[in-house]
């Protein structure tokens, strides 16, 4: 059973629409990560967090932008989508024990479509 | 900065065949964390084994074990005995001590079981 959740898991949209990706995790974690990935690519860190009010850019640029109010939730938002935005979008959080052998745990995804 | 490199897109494997999955990595960090996950074609990520910079005996979690040579920069994945439902890409990824606590991930090896 997943202990974190990303909704919705396919979005097909227009082109200037904006659009909110949530992901909710159930496990207390302070550490979450958004990753985006095309088809068959690698994955790429695009935001993460390490608590509440607390969001830096990841790797890869990103148009996107997060927010982080509640431990529980971390929403990733595209004020105007545009088809480059089209790809697959992870979330992920790990436990706060400072510990290199935290395993970061995914949600199941959220496969956007700018048309 | 950290780098994953697999150089195998696409391997196939007999069922009941072992198979050796290849991942070097590049850090300048004497502390560090590598992780195999494997995305089947629903695209979830499933983490499957974990082994530590510091850890002298390779990891093993049931039919998935890591063949870490720290020297040479290597941690392959080797799966015992395949099966169909071990079709699916399959990610390296590494974590160093320092800074954000985000893994970074590799291009991936597509494995295909055959029956």
């Known amino acids: 059973e997943a202990d974190i959740y990303q909704t919705p898991r396919y979005l097909v949209i227009g082109t200037g629409k904006k659009i909110t990706l949530e992901c909710s995790q159930t496990m207390g974690h302070d550490k979450m990560y958004w990753y985006q990935q095309d088809p068959g690519m690698e994955l790429h860190l695009i935001h993460y967090s390490y608590g509440v009010n607390s969001t830096e850019k990841g790797d890869l640029s990103s148009e996107s932008t997060v927010s982080r109010i509640r431990t529980e939730h971390f929403p990733l938002t595209l004020e105007s989508a545009r088809p480059s935005h089209t790809s697959q979008y992870l979330c992920a959080s790990s436990a706060n024990r400072d510990s290199g052998a935290n395993v970061l745990t995914f949600g199941a995804g959220s496969r956007l479509t700018v048309l | 900065a950290q780098k994953i490199t697999q150089t195998q897109p696409g391997m196939f494997v007999q069922e009941k065949e072992a198979v050796t999955l290849d991942c070097t990595y590049d850090t300048s960090d004497q502390s560090y964390g590598l992780f195999w996950y494997k995305q089947p074609s629903s695209g979830e990520m499933i983490f499957l084994i974990y082994?530590?910079?510091?850890?002298?005996q390779n990891a093993t979690e049931g039919r998935y074990s890591l063949n870490f040579q720290k020297a040479r920069k290597s941690a392959n994945l080797v799966i015992s005995a395949s099966q169909l439902g071990d079709s699916a890409m399959y990610f390296c990824a590494m974590r160093v001590k320092a800074g954000r606590r985000a893994l970074t991930f590799g291009s991936g090896t597509r494995l295909q079981v055959q029956p």
């Open positions: 082994q530590g910079s510091y850890d002298e």
